[in-house]
């Protein structure tokens, strides 16, 4: 059973910078594509970032690209999410996503979630 859980959440204020992880267990399958998908109260989640296993290639949401930068551990089950320059519209619940890399980059319903962690961003 693979299970994603995450950590580093909080609140902070705008300009401040937060990394967020997380570590995945249980995959049969090690050649796993992993990424972050956020939602805000009352909006539709919304695609941040992902990291193929290798964290050799990297995709982004244009409200964040230069901002976060995703990382992958070298023991490749535990991805980063490092966010620079926080704004308040980065508040959210921040999920730590599975899947291959074309389900992770082109849908939001990948295979598996974490439970999720809070970013909160004040002004």
């Known amino acids: 059973q693979v299970r994603l859980v995450e950590s580093g959440g909080d609140l902070v204020q705008a300009g401040a910078s937060l990394r967020l992880s997380c570590t995945a267990s249980?995959?049969?399958?090690?050649?796993?594509?992993m990424g972050w998908i956020r939602q805000a109260p009352g909006k539709e989640r919304e695609f941040v970032a992902a990291?193929?296993?290798?964290?050799?290639?990297?995709y982004y949401s244009d409200s964040v690209k230069g901002r976060f930068t995703i990382s992958r551990a070298r023991d490749k089950s535990t991805i980063y999410l490092q966010m620079d320059s926080l704004k308040p519209e980065d508040t959210a619940v921040y999920y730590c996503?599975?899947?291959?890399?074309?389900?992770?980059?082109?849908?939001?319903?990948?295979?598996?979630w974490g439970q999720g962690t809070q970013v909160t961003v004040s002004s």
């Open positions: 996503v599975g899947d291959n890399w074309s389900i992770l980059t082109t849908s939001l319903q990948p295979k598996y």
């Open positions: 249980g995959y049969s399958d090690g050649t796993y594509s």
């Open positions: 990291a193929t296993y290798t964290g050799g290639r990297k």
